[in-house]
């Protein structure tokens, strides 16, 4: 294709307008080299056919140019950048190498073209234009924020280039791409006129009647609007420095895009908006004197212009919950418009800027942590407009997402992973049944192991198999929650299944002999043989791990030894049948009574209700002989009274124990200062009571304490909930069993 015949001629005329502009915009910053170098590739380019209309039909050089242009008019006049913006269509079709970038231009242009190509190759993989983490993947194999600058310019060009095209799919999704990826992108970084562009032009061609309704109304262009105005703050500048206050403006006129979005979401029509036009005041001025001198301020913009009193929001007085504190009122310019005036000081503009109450985020757009903060600070070097300001970005590192990683799934769909995910965390997180039987997956087209750990940029297909089950070792690879657990939950299935198996196995070997298993005598034996479970016992009968043949011998020989030890059980129990209580109605029954006059018997008090003189309390018989006591509304004497009704005994205290008891409580009260140190001072003034343990956690605005005290009874304990309970702040008190 010869050069004539590869530009008609308006893009002759735009090519040699756009390289005449940025030689004279570049000219200080280029060498003669860098043009000689330039002129060479692309003209060999050309020549060689590498330049090519895309299936759009749009030219790559127009394109690359006007890109070119766009970042010396909204960014800066930087030679990196702009060589980069050049050289990258020829380095990604090949023409060129980066070896050869880097040796006629050097290793930073070779960087910013390599992270450019890599979003080039994984760009098409994507078909949820909405997704964050498309957003997130793009800033990681960026590597560099000039390289996602570039993007948001070169999106700005092609969308001035694609007004009127034939291909209306192809206008509306590079449309929905614009509003919903670049036009965030390049707000968080401070380019607000590349943004307000992006979202006019993506209103504009979406909802073309909406958009030509408004600017109709409007009745003149965003430079009158600009005009009007810059004559409106010139007098308010004019009084604010003839009193002597310090400050800076800054103005704005609302975009056709945000007023269409104000009309929608406040049901509104475009008479009732009133900020059409806005200006901020910013003061600078010492905290003691910040209301006053932005009432001050107001007062004189009064004295200018007409105020709306109804529209007038004081969040100085009383600041938003997220701390944003400004004072806005509307007044009434020439020819009857409406103006918005915000009125703040310097540290309350640092706080809606940077803080909670950021701009970006007070406007909707979602906040990303890290990223955010970031490119706060970008923004910051690039609004402060030094020469040097591309210099300090180029040095600031970008290494947000070093602990994530972000991968496509077959459909375009992006999942973002902790650093060092594997295909099978990938599988887990498709689905459980899809990770149990992963056998590998295809990545990027290759066939990898289910170990193989991701990368950004992955495209991951999961391969499996019906005969796959999930193994014990997968839990050393993993390192999603979601995966360990699901394949935890997989594992005590099958070991499930295996115990079900090897427990009919045992019980059918039992009956041929006509045995009968004795449940309790069983556990004790299992647990003779050293397993923990039951699970795990009948788990190790069904893989053979035990003898079958020989275990019916073993539990017979077990029984036995248990008959000539139950000299023990019944010494615990007569001992019971002598302690009867007179006071008790039921004087068949017998009963344990507890008190410190008890001998000869091993009782323990249960942990796992902790009783306390006082409560009611019942006794269980052990295996080992000895008596745990239990309080009577534990959660676990109804089991035990479910499984072994004939091991459970009556009981009851038996005068003063002259002892302390632990006993957990809870309390959930306000994060106040001071209100712990409150509950631990009441609780040691308590006779006989006594601090032993204190844990304290607290979440919006709520502190939950675990206090674990010694305490001689029931209704000292009581006593105590209530006192606790009246004092101030304090919002719940409960006894807990741990």
């Given at each position: 294709?010869?050069?004539?015949?590869?530009?008609?001629?308006?893009?002759?005329?735009?090519?040699?307008?756009?390289?005449?502009?940025?030689?004279?915009?570049l000219r200080d910053e280029i060498t003669i080299d860098d043009v000689r170098y330039l002129q060479s590739i692309i003209a060999s380019g050309v020549k060689a056919g590498i330049y090519r209309?895309?299936?759009?039909?749009?030219?790559?050089?127009?394109?690359?140019?006007?890109?070119?242009?766009?970042?010396?008019?909204?960014?800066?006049?930087?030679?990196?950048?702009?060589?980069?913006?050049?050289?990258?269509?020829?380095?990604?079709?090949?023409?060129?190498?980066?070896?050869?970038?880097?040796?006629?231009?050097?290793?930073?242009?070779?960087?910013?073209?390599?992270?450019?190509?890599?979003?080039?190759?994984?760009?098409?993989?994507?078909?949820?234009?909405?997704?964050?983490?498309?957003?997130?993947?793009?800033?990681?194999?960026?590597?560099?924020?000039?390289?996602?600058?570039?993007?948001?310019?070169?999106?700005?060009?092609?969308?001035?280039?694609?007004?009127?095209?034939?291909?209306?799919?192809?206008?509306?999704?590079?449309?929905?791409?614009?509003?919903?990826?670049?036009?965030?992108?390049?707000?968080?970084?401070?380019?607000?006129?590349?943004?307000?562009?992006?979202?006019?032009?993506?209103?504009?061609?979406?909802?073309?009647?909406?958009?030509?309704?408004?600017?109709?109304?409007?009745?003149?262009?965003?430079?009158?609007?600009?005009?009007?105005?810059?004559?409106?703050?010139?007098?308010?500048?004019?009084?604010?420095?003839?009193?002597?206050?310090?400050?800076?403006?800054?103005?704005?006129?609302?975009?056709?895009?945000?007023?269409?979005?104000?009309?929608?979401?406040?049901?509104?029509?475009?008479?009732?908006?009133?900020?059409?036009?806005?200006?901020?005041i910013i003061i600078d001025t010492p905290p003691e004197y910040e209301k006053r001198d932005c009432w001050y301020a107001y007062s004189l913009v009064g004295d200018i212009y007409q105020a709306?009193?109804?529209?007038?929001?004081?969040?100085?007085?009383?600041?938003?919950?997220?701390?944003?504190?400004?004072?806005?009122?509307?007044?009434?310019?020439?020819?009857?418009?409406?103006?918005?005036?915000?009125?703040?000081?310097?540290?309350?503009?640092?706080?809606?800027?940077?803080?909670?109450?950021?701009?970006?985020?007070?406007?909707?757009?979602?906040?990303?942590?890290?990223?955010?903060?970031?490119?706060?600070?970008?923004?910051?070097?690039?609004?402060?407009?030094?020469?040097?300001?591309?210099?300090?970005?180029?040095?600031?590192?970008?290494?947000?997402?070093?602990?994530e990683v972000f991968v496509f799934t077959p459909r375009g769909d992006v999942f973002q992973f902790p650093k060092g995910a594997t295909v099978l965390d990938f599988a887990f997180r498709v689905?459980?049944?899809?990770?149990?039987?992963?056998?590998?997956?295809?990545?990027?087209?290759?066939?990898?192991?289910?170990?193989?750990?991701?990368?950004?940029?992955?495209?991951?297909?999961?391969?499996?198999?019906?005969?796959?089950?999930?193994?014990?070792?997968?839990?050393?690879?993993?390192?999603?929650?979601?995966?360990?657990?699901?394949?935890?939950?997989?594992?005590?299935?099958?070991?499930?299944?295996?115990?079900?198996?090897?427990?009919?196995?045992?019980?059918?070997?039992?009956?041929?002999?006509?045995?009968?298993?004795?449940?309790?005598?069983?556990?004790?034996?299992?647990?003779?043989?050293?397993?923990?479970?039951?699970?795990?016992?009948?788990?190790?009968?069904?893989?053979?791990?035990?003898?079958?043949?020989?275990?019916?011998?073993?539990?017979?020989?077990?029984?036995?030894?248990?008959?000539?030890?139950?000299?023990?059980?019944?010494?615990?129990?007569?001992?019971?049948?002598?302690?009867?209580?007179?006071?008790?109605?039921?004087?068949?029954?017998?009963?344990?009574?507890?008190?410190?006059?008890?001998?000869?018997?091993?009782?323990?008090?249960?942990?796992?209700?902790?009783?306390?003189?006082?409560?009611?309390?019942?006794?269980?018989?052990?295996?080992?002989?000895?008596?745990?006591?239990?309080?009577?509304?534990?959660?676990?004497?109804?089991?035990?009274?479910?499984?072994?009704?004939?091991?459970?005994?009556?009981?009851?205290?038996?005068?003063?124990?002259?002892?302390?008891?632990?006993?957990?409580?809870?309390?959930?009260?306000?994060?106040?200062?001071?209100?712990?140190?409150?509950?631990?001072?009441?609780?040691?003034?308590?006779?006989?009571?006594?601090?032993?343990?204190?844990?304290?956690?607290?979440?919006?605005?709520?502190?939950?304490?675990?206090?674990?005290?010694?305490?001689?009874?029931?209704?000292?304990?009581?006593?105590?909930?209530?006192?606790?309970?009246?004092?101030?702040?304090?919002?719940?008190?409960?006894?807990?069993?741990?």
């Amino acid at each position: 294709m010869t050069e004539t015949a590869f530009f008609n001629a308006h893009e002759r005329a735009m090519l040699f307008q756009s390289i005449n502009k940025l030689w004279n915009n570049l000219r200080d910053e280029i060498t003669i080299d860098d043009v000689r170098y330039l002129q060479s590739i692309i003209a060999s380019g050309v020549k060689a056919g590498i330049y090519r209309r895309d299936k759009y039909g749009i030219n790559p050089v127009i394109r690359t140019l006007r890109t070119a242009e766009l970042l010396h008019d909204n960014i800066a006049p930087d030679r990196n950048m702009t060589i980069a913006i050049l050289v990258y269509h020829l380095c990604r079709l090949e023409h060129v190498s980066e070896n050869e970038i880097s040796r006629m231009f050097g290793d930073d242009v070779t960087k910013m073209v390599h992270g450019l190509i890599k979003i080039s190759k994984i760009y098409k993989k994507q078909s949820v234009v909405e997704d964050d983490n498309f957003r997130k993947l793009l800033v990681t194999l960026a590597q560099d924020i000039r390289v996602v600058m570039i993007m948001i310019v070169d999106r700005r060009g092609l969308m001035s280039y694609i007004n009127n095209h034939e291909d209306k799919k192809f206008v509306h999704d590079i449309s929905l791409e614009s509003r919903y990826l670049y036009a965030p992108l390049a707000h968080k970084l401070g380019l607000y006129q590349l943004k307000t562009e992006l979202e006019d032009l993506s209103l504009k061609y979406l909802q073309r009647d909406v958009y030509n309704k408004i600017a109709l109304r409007l009745n003149e262009t965003k430079a009158e609007r600009d005009k009007y105005i810059d004559e409106f703050t010139t007098p308010i500048k004019d009084v604010l420095e003839r009193e002597h206050i310090k400050c800076h403006i800054k103005g704005r006129t609302k975009s056709i895009n945000s007023i269409w979005h104000k009309m929608r979401t406040k049901k509104v029509d475009m008479n009732d908006i009133y900020d059409l036009f806005a200006i901020r005041i910013i003061i600078d001025t010492p905290p003691e004197y910040e209301k006053r001198d932005c009432w001050y301020a107001y007062s004189l913009v009064g004295d200018i212009y007409q105020a709306n009193p109804s529209r007038l929001r004081d969040w100085i007085t009383m600041p938003k919950s997220n701390g944003y504190e400004s004072l806005h009122g509307t007044f009434k310019g020439k020819g009857d418009k409406w103006v918005e005036v915000q009125i703040r000081t310097e540290r309350m503009d640092q706080v809606a800027e940077m803080g909670l109450a950021a701009h970006w985020r007070y406007k909707g757009v979602k906040a990303d942590g890290g990223i955010d903060r970031w490119m706060n600070n970008v923004r910051e070097v690039l609004e402060e407009g030094s020469k040097d300001r591309m210099d300090l970005i180029r040095n600031m590192h970008m290494n947000l997402y070093d602990e994530e990683v972000f991968v496509f799934t077959p459909r375009g769909d992006v999942f973002q992973f902790p650093k060092g995910a594997t295909v099978l965390d990938f599988a887990f997180r498709v689905h459980s049944r899809v990770g149990c039987t992963c056998m590998g997956a295809k990545v990027d087209g290759k066939n990898q192991k289910i170990n193989y750990k991701l990368r950004s940029g992955d495209t991951v297909e999961i391969i499996t198999s019906s005969n796959q089950v999930p193994r014990i070792d997968w839990l050393n690879f993993v390192v999603t929650s979601k995966a360990r657990n699901k394949i935890r939950l997989a594992l005590n299935e099958v070991q499930s299944k295996h115990a079900e198996m090897g427990r009919e196995l045992v019980h059918r070997r039992f009956k041929n002999r006509k045995i009968e298993i004795d449940e309790a005598t069983m556990s004790r034996f299992i647990s003779k043989k050293g397993y923990k479970t039951m699970t795990d016992f009948y788990v190790a009968i069904d893989e053979e791990k035990i003898d079958i043949a020989t275990l019916v011998e073993d539990y017979l020989d077990f029984v036995a030894k248990q008959q000539e030890s139950s000299k023990i059980h019944e010494t615990a129990e007569n001992f019971v049948l002598q302690h009867k209580s007179d006071s008790d109605n039921h004087a068949n029954d017998d009963i344990l009574v507890i008190g410190n006059n008890v001998k000869g018997i091993n009782y323990k008090l249960s942990r796992c209700c902790n009783p306390i003189y006082g409560d009611a309390i019942v006794g269980f018989i052990a295996s080992d002989g000895a008596i745990k006591v239990h309080r009577r509304d534990c959660g676990n004497v109804k089991h035990l009274l479910a499984k072994y009704p004939y091991r459970i005994i009556r009981s009851q205290w038996s005068g003063k124990m002259g002892k302390q008891f632990a006993v957990t409580l809870k309390v959930v009260g306000n994060d106040d200062i001071g209100i712990v140190a409150n509950i631990t001072s009441l609780i040691n003034k308590e006779g006989e009571t006594m601090l032993r343990n204190v844990s304290i956690n607290s979440s919006g605005g709520l502190f939950e304490g675990r206090l674990v005290i010694g305490i001689n009874s029931l209704d000292n304990l009581d006593s105590l909930i209530k006192k606790i309970k009246n004092l101030k702040g304090v919002k719940d008190v409960q006894r807990v069993s741990y």
